[in-house]
């Protein structure tokens, strides 16, 4: 089955800096990538998502990366701010009748 | 419109008793979803449903029950619980499988 990776497991930044998150997927079938933002006590919210056909996907401050030859997409925020602090989860699935496999987070820190 | 209504929000149980976590959606989705959320290791998959009355596993299934009777609800029963079931509960729900994820607020438990 499906194994999503991802790094860093934390990540501090400078507010105003970017940030860069990574996931590997392993099941080249997968062909859907969402990116979940989960503050402290909160559920998990959609932040972002691409799919296989399109090679990157940006929304204001938010992109998503994906490289379908090496297995590997990446969520990419700039000019952070501090309410971007929260617990980041990559996922992938393979099919549209497949739950989501999620990574173990990254826990981001925008240092003010 | 609710969306998805996980009940309860906490709950402490003592080693060997039984409990049922609730989950609700309003939104006529097929596709159902148990996560548990233990610290650092992500979301992890415990089943899913399809339909009304069709359940499969997911990665973690042990120790766990479900049923979906209908479309609107999916509980998830515990027997005998034991402290790894320590965690926090997500229920999810989405239209198409894996797709568009809405989560509900989990329900902490804890068992001692």
């Known amino acids: 089955g499906e194994n999503v990776e991802q790094h860093p497991s934390t990540l501090s930044v400078q507010e105003g800096d970017s940030a860069v998150i990574k996931c590997t997927y392993s099941d080249s079938a997968s062909n859907y990538f969402p990116w979940y933002k989960q503050e402290l006590g909160k559920r998990p919210q959609l932040i972002i998502d691409i799919r296989s056909n399109v090679g990157e996907k940006k929304d204001q401050r938010i992109a998503v990366t994906l490289n379908k030859t090496a297995k590997h997409f990446s969520l990419h925020i700039t000019e952070t701010q501090p309410e971007d602090s929260a617990v980041y989860f990559c996922?992938?699935?393979?099919?549209?009748?497949?739950?989501?496999?999620f990574g173990k987070g990254t826990r981001l820190s925008v240092i003010a | 419109n609710a969306g998805v209504t996980q009940t309860p929000k906490f709950r402490i149980l003592k080693i060997g008793q039984s409990m049922t976590l609730q989950c609700t959606q309003d939104?006529?989705?097929?596709?159902m979803y148990w996560y548990r959320q233990d610290p650092g290791m992500g979301l992890k998959l415990i089943y899913y449903?399809?339909?009304?009355?069709?359940?499969d596993k997911g990665e973690v299934p042990n120790g766990y029950n479900v049923s979906r009777s209908t479309t609107e609800d999916f509980p998830l029963r515990l027997e005998l619980a034991a402290p790894s079931q320590t965690s926090v509960y997500f229920c999810?729900?989405?239209?198409?499988?894996?797709?568009?994820?809405?989560f509900g607020s989990g329900t902490r438990l804890t068992v001692v």
């Open positions: 996922a992938a699935t393979p099919s549209g009748n497949t739950p989501l496999v």
């Open positions: 449903s399809v339909g009304a009355g069709i359940t």
């Open positions: 999810a729900s989405s239209l198409q499988g894996g797709y568009g994820y809405t």
């Open positions: 939104m006529n989705h097929n596709y």
